[in-house]
């Protein structure tokens, strides 16, 4: 199995030297050594994490991809102009294609497969989604016997950090984003990361999996987690939540639902304890039940254990493109946000006037929505109080209009809060 | 893709309802119709959870394995006489196995991989070990990059409902036995599960697919839960743990461990927060590191939703024997129980007289052995003092030694408990 690497970067350089410490236990596994040909980078004379010596190095990638001795092309250069012209100048060239690479596949993941389908080769992308957990062969394999419900993951490690670090040490977004970045979790400009667009990527790419739809990453309704407060974090504790930015699809009555934000979820859930930077998927199907799946969603190696799992996959003859669904796809409706139901946590600041919350409740109860908890906290030095409420299941359009008829207000003294609740259950 | 079946019970009654709700996703995932052509049951007349109008029912197990249309027979009769025999025939018929039977692959699986790989058949066994959860083919495909370093999971669920019970109610084991008896969770005889024989089978299963191993069932080391107590629990919970009955497989310089006993994990550990009936297993492994796979471990659709993502593999031709690595088995040496070293909790009772505690110290000093934590509570109404200990890294044969020169002593009143603490991290 003679193999291309496009990119040597941090996965690139895990994959070979994953490739090289484990040879026995992969040949093991299956009955076949691992051949890296050639890699194509940006510069050769780069000082790498692995040790290149037995592979060619090109600086014009299209040499991996016409190589004729390759048979798989490993795309780990991200991106998606210049990786898609390589995906597909490989796929003509009848290459089998393993890519971590989530982006591309958000949108460009149903031309691609098209094209790879014709083709007859392998379009296989573990690692786009969740690192080195093994979901999406859990999805396509192991749970194939089920209708899968809905997904609900962190599936961002950057997010998960901040908001993990931002409750355990009670410090500010803004303040913990800077040491994610210090860290190296979090790129220079996170806007990715913290608003959820790689989730809502790596949603799409579950989702198609899970109900066999097509890529719909532009129809993702995707909120991320930069105006999470402190605030929010410990009304959410004192009510039994943790603040989690989850990737929800779900199917329902009229499509599915396809979601990015943050997300209380009861501290009695064990994706509520998935804390740092680790990936957790939960999954909802009709035969198994609930089952979740947890691990690194990031680094060099976590990475490369799932795309050499992939490559593992080929020379098995595993893990076809049709196992992924990908052979008989439609475009599953994806529902309107404001027809979303959920519960609701809102959370107020509010003159500390009289009557003020009777008020409030009155506009809960002028629209038909039930109060399930409400705490209403300490009176700050400008005489405001903050309430914290959440609500029994309503539509996104109903508690958005409570959101404006509580602004419009003349009691109230700041933009309301307001965070999906997610049951999970 | 021509199915038959031994034995229509929960499981098996669980496969027919699975298939034939979700016959539509599960063609578009395999593309092929599954079609169940006869099943041997006991007594035709008997009253099922599934519709059997479709298929012929035989009192003749032999029926089944000889039926010249079939492809692949799904063994869930359980046990490992007949069975092992039925099993045997219909490789030799060049069928494809399926089974949930890890008694016999725990007892046989050497013998019968041996005999599938000679005839050229699939052998797959994705819910013998933690129902419904994909853990084989997450070690075996997922993880395939990886040099699994160990594995711990709850891997029956009947242990765990006592566990969880005792610890949430503060009941009894005998008390929660019998109600997971009326529940239906323990069996009349409920020693397979209590005593750890059914998580050793289990366990020999995982260890084999992770390291490379022959099935060593009759090597691991086992200790039931039936000598928990609430005092252990209350003790473990002051302490930072909670006492769960793990299966454990781990690489070691000498060879492997395999043990199954009650065991001390930290409440910080996503583990000790399974509950109720509930499995996980937790691998670690080299590239990717720590990963979690949770769900249902027993029920009847769990169980058929792992027995036909098994049968979809077979259809998509995948999941080898091969990437199950039992191609290429070795004996590797299973390292002694005493020579097993980890941190240990003890409970004592001893009477309370001067100088009590100096002594049972001086007895872990004699032996080289640092005390972690020690806590001593409330005296009885016999004078008598409860301590609880949790010791540095000793090998099991010293803290023996430690528990064997206390229950001399003295002052010593009860027998002591002794309860491995695994770190997992």
Same mark, same amino acid.
């Given at each position: 199995?003679?193999?291309?690497?496009?990119?040597?970067?941090?996965?690139?350089?895990?994959?070979?030297?994953?490739?090289?410490?484990?040879?026995?236990?992969?040949?093991?596994?299956?009955?076949?050594?691992?051949?890296?040909?050639?890699?194509?980078?940006?510069?050769?004379?780069?000082?790498?994490?692995?040790?290149?010596?037995?592979?060619?190095?090109?600086?014009?990638?299209?040499?991996?991809?016409?190589?004729? +001795?390759? $048979?798989? *092309? @490993?795309?780990?250069?991200?991106?998606? /102009?210049? &990786?898609? !012209?390589?995906?597909?100048?490989? %796929?003509?060239?009848?290459?089998?294609?393993?890519?971590?690479?989530?982006?591309?596949?958000?949108?460009?993941?149903?031309?691609?497969?098209?094209?790879?389908?014709?083709?007859?080769?392998?379009?296989?992308?573990?690692?786009?989604?969740?690192?080195?957990?093994?979901?999406?062969?859990?999805?396509?394999?192991?749970?194939?016997?089920?209708?899968?419900?809905?997904?609900?993951?962190?599936?961002?490690?950057?997010?998960?950090?901040?908001?993990?670090?931002?409750?355990?040490?009670?410090? +500010?977004? $803004?303040? *913990? @984003?800077?040491?994610?970045?210090?860290? /190296?979790? &979090?790129? !220079?400009?996170?806007?990715?990361? %913290?608003?959820?667009?790689?989730?809502?990527?790596?949603?799409?790419?579950?989702?198609?999996?899970?109900?066999?739809?097509?890529?719909?990453?532009?129809?993702?309704?995707?909120?991320?987690?930069?105006?999470?407060?402190?605030?929010?974090?410990?009304?959410?504790?004192?009510?039994?939540?943790?603040?989690?930015?989850?990737?929800?699809?779900?199917?329902?009555?009229?499509?599915?639902?396809?979601?990015?934000?943050?997300?209380?979820?009861?501290?009695?859930?064990?994706?509520?304890?998935? +804390?740092?930077?680790?990936?957790?998927?939960?999954?909802?199907?009709?035969?198994?039940?609930?089952?979740?799946?947890?691990?690194?969603?990031?680094?060099?190696?976590?990475?490369?254990?799932?795309?050499?799992?992939?490559?593992?996959?080929?020379?098995?003859?595993?893990?076809?493109?049709?196992?992924?669904?990908?052979?008989?796809?439609?475009?599953?409706?994806?529902?309107?946000?404001?027809?979303?139901?959920?519960?609701?946590?809102?959370?107020?600041?509010?003159?500390?006037?009289?009557?003020?919350?009777?008020?409030?409740?009155?506009?809960?109860?002028?629209?038909?929505?039930?109060?399930?908890?409400?705490?209403?906290?300490?009176?700050?030095?400008?005489?405001?109080?903050?309430?914290?409420?959440?609500?029994?299941?309503?539509?996104?359009?109903?508690?958005?209009?409570?959101?404006?008829?509580?602004?419009?207000?003349?009691?109230?003294?700041?933009?309301?809060?307001?965070?999906?609740?997610?049951?999970?259950?």
């Amino acid at each position: 199995m003679k193999v291309g690497i496009l990119g040597l970067g941090t996965v690139g350089g895990g994959v070979i030297n994953v490739l090289q410490k484990n040879s026995a236990s992969i040949e093991r596994r299956t009955g076949v050594q691992i051949e890296l040909v050639i890699a194509g980078v940006r510069d050769v004379t780069k000082k790498r994490i692995c040790d290149t010596s037995n592979i060619k190095l090109t600086e014009d990638p299209f040499e991996v991809v016409n190589h004729p +001795d390759i $048979d798989v *092309v @490993l795309e780990l250069i991200g991106g998606f /102009g210049l &990786a898609k !012209e390589l995906v597909e100048a490989a %796929i003509n060239n009848g290459k089998h294609i393993i890519t971590a690479n989530k982006a591309l596949i958000g949108n460009h993941g149903n031309e691609l497969m098209k094209l790879a389908n014709k083709k007859q080769v392998r379009f296989l992308f573990e690692a786009s989604v969740a690192g080195g957990i093994p979901i999406i062969k859990a999805l396509g394999q192991g749970l194939s016997a089920n209708n899968i419900e809905s997904v609900a993951g962190i599936i961002n490690g950057t997010g998960n950090f901040i908001l993990t670090d931002m409750k355990e040490k009670g410090r +500010d977004f $803004d303040d *913990v @984003l800077k040491e994610a970045q210090a860290l /190296g979790y &979090a790129e !220079e400009d996170p806007t990715f990361d %913290i608003e959820g667009i790689d989730a809502a990527h790596k949603l799409s790419i579950l989702a198609a999996i899970a109900f066999g739809t097509e890529i719909q990453f532009s129809k993702v309704y995707t909120q991320g987690i930069s105006k999470i407060t402190t605030e929010d974090i410990l009304h959410a504790t004192e009510l039994g939540y943790t603040i989690k930015h989850l990737g929800i699809a779900k199917r329902v009555e009229d499509g599915i639902e396809l979601r990015v934000h943050p997300t209380l979820v009861s501290n009695s859930q064990l994706i509520a304890q998935v +804390d740092g930077v680790m990936n957790a998927v939960l999954v909802k199907s009709d035969a198994l039940g609930t089952s979740l799946y947890y691990g690194a969603g990031a680094g060099d190696e976590a990475t490369a254990s799932a795309v050499i799992a992939d490559l593992n996959d080929i020379i098995n003859n595993q893990t076809s493109n049709h196992i992924l669904g990908w052979k008989s796809q439609e475009k599953i409706n994806v529902v309107d946000n404001d027809a979303i139901v959920s519960e609701f946590f809102l959370r107020l600041l509010v003159s500390d006037i009289k009557g003020v919350l009777s008020k409030v409740t009155g506009i809960f109860n002028d629209h038909n929505v039930s109060i399930e908890a409400l705490i209403q906290k300490q009176v700050d030095e400008n005489k405001n109080a903050h309430i914290a409420i959440t609500t029994d299941r309503v539509s996104t359009k109903t508690v958005m209009n409570i959101k404006k008829a509580i602004e419009a207000s003349d009691f109230n003294q700041a933009e309301v809060q307001l965070i999906h609740i997610e049951l999970l259950d």
